[in-house]
């Protein structure tokens, strides 16, 4: 059994009621539920964290290093645009992690198209609304499985 997180960055505790056509109508905490639930059939354990503060996501995942935590769900939100620390972050504890998006940046603004994630995830899935998450689990799992 391994020990997952799910990790969302700022402004996803809205979801529900923000900008429901880019984002959809599903609350953080259905996705929670959904991703806690998807974890539990494959016989492992996930717990989540989501927030505003870039250095309460990194304490988070410096946490999950020393939890032993085998991978990540990570939505950074506004932070995939802007955060090296971040990225440092998720590069000096090595966990395997898969970057989620609900909308598709790539079908956005252009400032939104550039990731500093994207080439240092085993994944990115975006653009399926919070199907997106369930997909990035999936694909964790695949690759933990993979590993081992």
Do not use: C, K, W
């Amino acid at each position: 059994m391994a020990q997952l997180l799910a990790l969302h960055g700022p402004n996803l505790d809205l979801l529900g009621r923000r900008e429901p056509e880019h984002y959809g109508h599903d609350t953080l905490a259905a996705i929670d539920a959904l991703l806690a639930e998807e974890a539990a059939r494959a016989g492992h354990r996930l717990a989540s964290f989501q927030s505003a503060a870039e250095h309460a996501l990194i304490e988070r995942i410096h946490a999950a290093a020393r939890e032993g935590v085998a991978g990540i769900v990570f939505n950074p939100a506004g932070y995939t645009h802007t955060s090296v620390a971040l990225r440092d972050a998720l590069l000096a504890v090595a966990i395997p992690f898969v970057e989620v998006h609900l909308s598709n940046p790539q079908a956005r603004e252009p400032f939104r198209q550039r990731s500093y994630f994207s080439d240092i995830a085993v994944g990115t899935v975006a653009g399926f609304g919070a199907e997106s998450y369930r997909l990035g689990l999936l694909g964790l799992l695949a690759h933990l499985a993979r590993a081992a």
